[in-house]
Structures are given as structure tokens and as C-alpha cells.
């Protein structure tokens, strides 16, 4: 079978497969219970799924964001027991949760209990999000293979390998007054772009990565949700560091998955219905007018935030879609725009509790995307050639609106306070100015490349068709 039929049996989701015998292959699938870590690997079992690898979804169940496996009947699921105490989950502390996860996967006999029942018939691997690196150590003891999707960045991975260094050289904890300060062992970044979280503890974080390094370094393979011509010496990097035979670059993964965002990794009971209408609005708007604003899932702003931005996009005068969720305003009973605000965007502006991202990207009148750059959401917007405002909160979303500036000059950073004029201003340099053209005109350029990716030959459907002759020699 050439590699071209081989994408195109895995984005449809079926296909007659690479062997005849390898529906018998089967593969278990773990991911990290948040959205940005469900859907990729949702992506990559319909990839794996395509050529006839069965799969099996290990999932938590006491999590906001719950499988519901109606929405997938083409997977087996498994239910898991976290072992979370509940005053961690209540916290919304991600990675106190992340960490007491795998302090139960390390300790509790449940999760081997898993895994052995799901021995017969045996499984060729465990493919496990690279947060969740208990589960390597479990499988191990089982004999299982374990191979790791990186749901982040190259470059987000890097940083994490070079968390002691950082420390080691005066780059961590991070002080004020080094914010922007160069981080000469890791261009473009300064101290300010690092994988942060203002609310985790740098010590519990730094364990955390020096397990997650250690454990990368004992899979059988790592997979990383981007593509060699992005991040092509970041991925050079990883290889050299960590030794493992097979470092896979298989992204975008949405390009080769059949299903849309909304049923691949659908949460039961959290995410809004995607408004399927706003496309229909969309297609009466002049090309290339409209901007896309969305903070993802998590990303949240206060009340004073919103208002600035609702200003922001009403006096810049340029047609608008807007993804305001439910609990984008933390402690309210939800988000209350400011009076006068409806009427002075009517017909240019549209607010919607959750949009289908990657048609929206897609559109024809779609011509920017204000963004807190979650690694989804940034590869999206590259694959669909979409320049970018970018407004980072968390984790790695600093470092991926970095590269976004700095390195691919496919869109800025909105930096300090939002107040409404300084956003207006930003609006139209993406949307109107020269600097935004070039943006734009990058941003093209770069679509072609992830296009390229998965022809006969790309790199991208080189590494998944490895990747699964891989899974099958298991």
C-alpha cells in the first residue's frame, strides 16, 4: 500500500488496512483527563484506528471533563480509578491534580489491575499522555510497551528537559525584575516565556518534570503533536537528548483525523455544543474581515477584562466572532457583556458559547485569530494558515506565542493590561496594517508546508506509517 493510501485510510477513520491480520493488533490509549491533552489523542486513535489497530480508551471518570463513549462506539473504554483526593481536585490546581494522579498509579494496585485484565487478548502497547508517566512504570512491571504522545510542542519539551539547568543557572523561580531577561540557552525565549504557573509550587514542579524526563527516556517510543518543518532543530534536540531509538513528529493530528473536534474529544457535560450557526454568519462576511477571538477551554479573564475586550472589538469597527464561555468569568453566574454593547456591534459582531475552532479557521472570511495559544489551538491556526494575536495565561502557552512572534512571524503578543484602546489598536495592525500582511503572508506559506507534510513522501505521514509498522511489530 503507498503511504498516500495509507493517510487516507487513517483520516477516514477505516480502510481495508496496511495487513490482513491487523484488526487482531490492538493498542490501549491513556489520556491526561483535560481537553487539550483528550483531543489529540483521541486524533491519534483515529489515525491508529484507520489501518485496523483496535483500540481500547483507558479514561477517568471523575473528572469535569468525562468521555462519554456513545460518541466514539468504534472504541472500547475502560474506566480507571484516579485515586485524586477530592480537596485536590476542588482546588482546580492543575498540576497538583496531574501529580496526585500519578502518585496513585504509582502506588495503587487498581491501575496494574487495569492493565492486567486488559491482557487477554493482549494488547501490543500502552500509549500514554506524556503527563501520566505512572503509567509507564506500571506497564513496565506488566511487560507492556509503553510510547508517549507529547501533546505540547518540541520546544515546550526542551524547556521541560532543561528544568534543572534553569533552576541551576538562576533562571528559576523566576524574579520580577529578570521577566525579560534572555534565556541564552534556549532562543528566542526569555525567563517570562518559561513553562510557569503562577499557582504551582516550583519545587512539586520541578520533581514533576525530572519523573516526566526520566520516564521519556524509557518508552518505546515518543510521539509529538507537531511536524519536522516547524520545529525541525527543537526536534533535533530531543533526539540528541534523550536516546530513545524513535522520536516521531506526526502533527498536525487533526489533519488525519476523520472526526471533528466536537465528537473526537468531546467532553459528556462540560464543553457547550459547538454553534454550528455561526458558520452560516460567517458566509455572509467579506473575506478575510472576520476575527476569531477564543481563549480555549480553560483560559479565563475577570469582569473587568471582558468589558475591555468587548470595547476592544466594538470600536475597532472590524467584524468579529467571539467565543465567550459560560465560566469565562470565574465566580460569576456568567459572563455580562456591557450595555450598549450588542447594539453598537450588530451585524459585524457575533457571540457564541463555543464554536466548531477548526472550520471557523477554515472559512474564507476568517482572517485572524486572537488566541491564549494553547498548543491546539496555535497548530490549528498554522495548519489553516491563520495569523494570530496572541494572549498567553498558563503552562505553555507563553513559550508557543513566543515562537508564534519571534521565530515563525506569524502574529504578536497583546502584552500587559487589556485596555480597550491598546486592543483596538492591536486589531487593526492584524487585520488591516502592513505588519499584519506579512503576518498573513507567512502564515500561507506555512500552510502549504503542514499540505506538504502529508503528501506521498511527507514527513508527517512518513513518521505515522513508521509509527504504526512499529505498533504491529509489537
Known amino acids: 500500500m503507498s503511504t498516500t493510501s495509507t493517510a487516507q485510510d487513517a483520516s477516514n477513520g477505516g480502510g481495508n488496512g496496511r495487513q490482513p491480520h491487523a484488526r487482531a493488533r490492538r493498542v490501549l490509549m491513556f489520556p491526561l483527563p483535560f481537553q487539550g491533552h483528550i483531543n489529540p489523542m483521541l486524533q491519534l486513535a483515529d489515525v491508529l484506528h484507520g489501518p485496523g489497530l483496535a483500540v481500547t ?231 478575510g474581515s472576520v476575527l476569531y477571538v477564543s481563549v480555549g477551554s480553560l483560559a479565563c479573564m475577570d469582569s473587568g477584562e471582558l468589558s475591555e475586550v468587548a470595547w476592544g472589538l466594538a470600536n475597532s469597527g472590524q467584524p468579529f466572532l467571539w467565543v465567550v464561555r459560560q465560566d469565562l468569568v470565574p465566580g460569576s453566574d456568567g459572563p455580562c457583556l456591557p450595555k450598549g454593547f450588542d447594539d453598537m456591534v450588530t451585524g459585524r459582531g457575533r457571540v457564541t458559547p463555543w464554536a466548531p475552532q477548526q472550520e471557523v479557521l477554515a472559512h474564507r472570511a476568517v482572517g485572524g485569530f486572537w488566541t491564549h495559544n494553547g498548543w491546539n489551538s496555535t497548530l490549528e491556526s498554522v495548519a489553516k494558515g491563520c495569523p494570530m494575536i496572541c494572549r498567553p495565561q498558563f503552562a505553555d502557552q507563553m513559550m508557543n506565542a513566543r515562537y508564534v512572534d519571534a521565530v515563525w512571524g506569524i502574529g504578536f503578543e497583546l502584552e500587559g493590561e487589556l485596555e480597550r484602546n491598546k486592543i483596538g489598536e492591536a486589531i487593526l495592525k492584524l487585520m488591516k496594517g502592513s505588519e499584519g500582511e506579512a503576518m498573513r503572508k507567512r502564515a500561507g506559506e506555512l500552510k502549504k508546508t503542514v499540505a506538504s507534510c502529508f503528501e506521498s513522501g511527507g514527513s508527517s505521514l512518513l513518521a505515522i506509517n513508521e509509527l504504526i509498522d512499529h505498533v504491529s511489530s509489537l
Open 57 to 287: 480508551i483507558l479514561h477517568y471518570t471523575g473528572f469535569r471533563n468525562t468521555l462519554d463513549p456513545a460518541l466514539r462506539p468504534e472504541f472500547g473504554f475502560v474506566a480507571v480509578p484516579d485515586g485524586v483526593p477530592a480537596d485536590v481536585v476542588a482546588s482546580g490546581n492543575v498540576v497538583s491534580m496531574i501529580v496526585a494522579m500519578n502518585t496513585a498509579m504509582e502506588a495503587s494496585v487498581a491501575f496494574r489491575d487495569v492493565l492486567a485484565g486488559e491482557r487477554m487478548p493482549r494488547a501490543a502497547c500502552l500509549f500514554v499522555d506524556s503527563s501520566l508517566f505512572g503509567a509507564q512504570k506500571a506497564a513496565e512491571e506488566l511487560g507492556l510497551p509503553t510510547i508517549a504522545l507529547r501533546t505540547g510542542s518540541a520546544a515546550c519539551f526542551n524547556c521541560i528537559l532543561a528544568y534543572p539547568m534553569l533552576h541551576q543557572n538562576g533562571y528559576l523561580p523566576p524574579e520580577g525584575s529578570q521577566l525579560d531577561m534572555p534565556v541564552k540557552e534556549l532562543p528566542p525565549l526569555r525567563v517570562r516565556d518559561l513553562f510557569l504557573s503562577s499557582r504551582a509550587d516550583h519545587d512539586m514542579l520541578s520533581k514533576f518534570l525530572a519523573k516526566a524526563t526520566h520516564a521519556a527516556r524509557s518508552y518505546s517510543a515518543l510521539v509529538l503533536n507537531t511536524f519536522e518543518a516547524l520545529e525541525t532543530d527543537e526536534l533535533e534536540k530531543i533526539r540528541d537528548e534523550i536516546g530513545i531509538a524513535m522520536v516521531l513528529a506526526t502533527g498536525p493530528l487533526h489533519r488525519l483525523s476523520s472526526k471533528t473536534e466536537g465528537t473526537a474529544g468531546r467532553s459528556s457535560n462540560v464543553l457547550p455544543h459547538e454553534d454550528h450557526t455561526c458558520i452560516e454568519w460567517l458566509d455572509t462576511q467579506i473575506t
